[in-house]
């Protein structure tokens, strides 16, 4: 969205001896059409291993954009239309709580299960809607002077109100950790990892979460004990429809999670690791830049 400055140009980096991309850029045309391209440069060497010049690759990828747009649209109609009938669900699901107050046990854990699979079905519909939108670069974001100390216990008091048979501690390091950012994304980016702690942590075991500074980035870690991480599984845990194997039937759900915890926190100009023992530990550490 931005024109490129000429020391910038990925022809002008390879010369300086960078490897540039492969970079999705737009190239604008004289009668204002642009056209998005994907585009890489290397450098090249002499037998002195000096820089004599450059190469630079150009590809057009407008019909590639074109599908993704469709599909991101066709994802947007299908949430939408799913939604409706669920919102309906709820609502009754809702009345018949009501209705049923002081009914036998079996009746009343029935309707609850019923309001427990519409919220999580609504939550699935919400990241098939993030989906779309991040592949087209059309999540909306309220960035603002943001205290990630606040969100945090926010984050911690509401996930422990959904888990209350679970233990939960939070340390912070000082009392204002003041970043630019939208304060409900970065919400979101906690309730993902927070709930996942609960899933895959047992449930003997204390969540914990510590928010720290390093340099000019404030640092966020959310640990549980469980049977952690397969070293295989790491460098694919980020992945669209990702879900770690043997997961067991109380860690449903469609993989999405993780992936646009990810692209929230690339969006902010952070990002997030994992270190896992299995067996033991495993930790989600996420960095984002502090506001100047």
């Known amino acids: 969205g931005e024109p490129l400055a000429f020391e910038d140009l990925p022809g002008a980096r390879a010369l300086r001896g960078e490897r540039v991309g492969p970079k999705e850029v737009l190239i604008r045309h004289a009668d204002g059409k642009e056209v998005p391209i994907l585009l890489s440069a290397a450098p090249t060497f002499d037998a002195d291993g000096m820089v004599t010049g450059a190469v630079v690759a150009f590809e057009d990828i407008t019909v590639l954009k074109e599908l993704e747009r469709r599909r991101a649209e066709w994802n947007s109609i299908i949430a939408h239309d ?23 046990p079996a009746v009343s854990e029935t309707v609850q299960q019923i309001r427990a699979l519409a919220t999580r079905l609504n939550r699935m519909i919400q990241d ?20 990630v100390a606040a969100v945090v ?18 340390h912070v390091s000082e009392t204002r950790l003041e970043i630019l950012a939208d304060p409900d994304r970065l919400a979101q980016v906690m309730d993902n990892l927070l709930t996942n702690a609960v899933k895959y942590g ?40 990702r879900r770690v194997e043997g997961a067991g039937p109380s860690t449903k759900g469609i993989g999405l999670g993780l992936y646009i915890t990810r692209e929230l926190l690339r969006a902010h100009g952070g990002e997030i690791t994992v270190a896992s023992e299995p067996g033991a530990t495993t930790t989600f550490r996420f960095t984002l830049p502090r506001a100047r």
Do not use: W, Y
């Not at 939604?83 to 709580?97: M, V, Y």
């Not at 984050?155 to 939070?170: G, L, Y």
């Not at 979460?209 to 980020?238: C, M």
């Open 82 to 104: 799913l939604r409706q009938p669920l919102n309906a669900i709820a609502l009754h699901a809702q009345i018949l709580a009501r209705s049923t107050a002081g009914a036998a």
């Open 128 to 147: 098939l809607l993030d989906l779309s939108r991040l592949e087209v670069r059309k999540l909306p974001m309220d960035r603002r002077p943001v205290d």
């Open 153 to 170: 216990r926010e984050s911690v008091a509401r996930i422990a109100m959904e888990a209350p048979d679970r233990r939960f501690e939070a």
């Open 202 to 241: 047992r449930a003997d075991t204390t969540v914990q979460v510590a928010v720290e500074t390093a340099d000019d980035a404030v640092v966020v870690a959310v640990s549980n004990e469980g049977a952690g991480i397969p070293p295989d599984e790491l460098p694919r845990l980020f992945r669209r429809f």
